[in-house]
């Protein structure tokens, strides 16, 4: 009965979610993962001055539907204005935002094979239909993206820079070079959640006025503030302005835009962060090299390790690892589904891998054999 | 540029507020409010518990996106199922996966002429059609709301019992009862956002398997969590399920979740704040009474003060308030707007208010003269 009152795109969408929680994992399993690697949160943590401002928040209070603070501080940094900035409940709530402002039943989105999956659900979502283009290596295809976009005159074309999840990065002012073949009715849609842990010359070089991109960023990833749901969208004030036709506007938790405020205000802490990231990518790497496996050079807070072979022995060695207490994930799509990704890790929790990477290898051999 | 490629209703819709923040009000006038009594949240707070249990969260962790230990918790209190439950960003953020998922284009939906605007920014935002029957006196009026839904064959028709921003309620019996008129075709959108401070009685006593109607429920009321961001739609499971298709998976806070679970497990606290709303009712309505305005009985943690004049007078009242830095707020739409209305507050903001009405009486009537 019910199912009949829903609108028939509502009828036609599957119950689904973009990725299995580890908690979901942890109950059918019946006991919690000793190493949370799966989900590329910053093991590290916030700013103890995040911790701090969170605790402090009076939570009994709305939060500031225009997180003005929170933006007028981004603005600083970035150089540009806060009508540059849309502050929202994580990189996928803007996304949800911006695919319902552009995105009717029938519109067409450029993306790639295999990236990111939450972007992909939220075009389903909206009623529109999905183009992909391959990898280029391991890489995404900027080129073949814009490409696409040009072919089936898409409303949207999503990249990701640093990608996930295969942590390859392409210089910036490549991505810059290629938007010239960017059709003039499609919008970029730069994902650059991780761009704080890439070399120097990653982020775009445009300016916030460009009408033809806007840039995601998030608190979730270096800023170690995964649960407290914070990302900004930038782009052109008149994109910007778009999304107070739709938004949740009091949908900011308070104490998590006071984090965010106070994270982004101790960039000590995010270079101390930044230094772990790296030092942990090199363990992790040096764990896959150690056991015959080729890791990905990272522009991330993870590793993505070829496991050599195709993508059922990658599943087995993931399974392997989950079943030895860690959490970790793998490519959704051959051939990047060959490979697992590991999310950086504290030496604790790198010490489990090293200890169990071999043994689940070996059971991946003996399935295969 | 950016407009020409947003979908037909995107381009249609305004870049609008339902309620225009406090902290907005604040930065316009260059001075902090003295007294935030305008948005109904809950001055006395939270469980203790659910701060420390905030504080104590592991915030670089992505919250669970089932919120089971939050939904299983809701479930013993209820006497339901998890499976009745979807936990979400608020009422506000439930309302709008509602919304979605049951109205397109042209579809038709009933609410009462100067009910909650949220529900209206969602409808309006799917390309719903909103048709409203007044209040009857100061209560919404269940029959005409049904009797209407009939008429134009409404997907939804929202009730909020007890009602804001009128603060009246109907017995939850008598809106069962008005239910065997709901056509069958309509979804009852009842939002009991504030039941906990009403008398015994007032939530529907009707099964959680009813088909007919989804009730919506919040922390940010009585349990005095409105800065964490943690509704809960309560329904027959189909419906619940279908939540599934849309929402963002992962937008719930962290700290949030663990926060609203310690809430929920006081409820002596709860019962404390109850006991304080209701002393702060009577101190708001003893002050309304010295002015010789009167007050609505209120099952809600507010109270509404009928000016005994036109709009352009209460209007003239509020302004009066705020400019003595009362964040206060009143409704929107003629008859209820001859009222203003004030959220309970500590003895120390009622204190200001008891100072600032007969000033701003005196204020309004010099306007009107």
Known sequence: MTHARLTPLAQSLPATVPFVGPETQERAQGAPFKARLGANENVFGPSPK??????????????????????????????CTPAHIMVGEGIDGLLGYLVRLMVGAGDTV??????????????????????TVPYAGDHEDPKALFAKAAEVDAKLVYLAN???????????????????????????????AYVECAPEGTALPLGWDDPRVVRMRTFSKVYGLAGARVGYAMGAPDLIEAF?????????????????????????????????????????????????????????????IDCGHDGPFAKAVLDGLIARGLFVRMPFVAPQNRCIRISCGTDAMLDLLATALPEALGDAARTES
Chains 1, 2 share one sequence.
Request: proline share 6%.
């Open 50 to 79: 995040a911790i701090t401002a969170m605790a402090q928040a009076d939570t009994w209070m709305y939060g500031d539907p225009e997180s003005a603070d929170l933006r007028a501080a981004l603005a600083a940094q970035h150089g």
């Open 110 to 131: 450029v993306t790639s094979a295999g990236a990111y999956p939450t972007f992909n659900y939220h075009v389903a979502g909206f009623g529109g239909v999905l183009h």
């Open 162 to 192: 640093p990608d996930n999840p295969m942590g390859s990065c392409h210089p910036g002012a490549d991505i810059a070079a290629a938007m010239d073949d960017l059709p003039a009715g499609t919008l970029l849609v730069l994902d650059e």
């Open 244 to 304: 107070h036709k739709v938004r949740n506007h009091f949908g900011m938790n308070r104490a998590a835009q006071a984090g965010a405020l106070a994270a982004l205000e101790d960039q000590s802490h995010l270079h101390k962060v930044q230094g772990q990231i790296a030092a942990s990518r090199n363990r992790i790497a040096q764990i896959a090299t150690d056991n015959g496996l080729t890791p990905l050079p990272s522009a991330t807070n993870f590793v993505t």
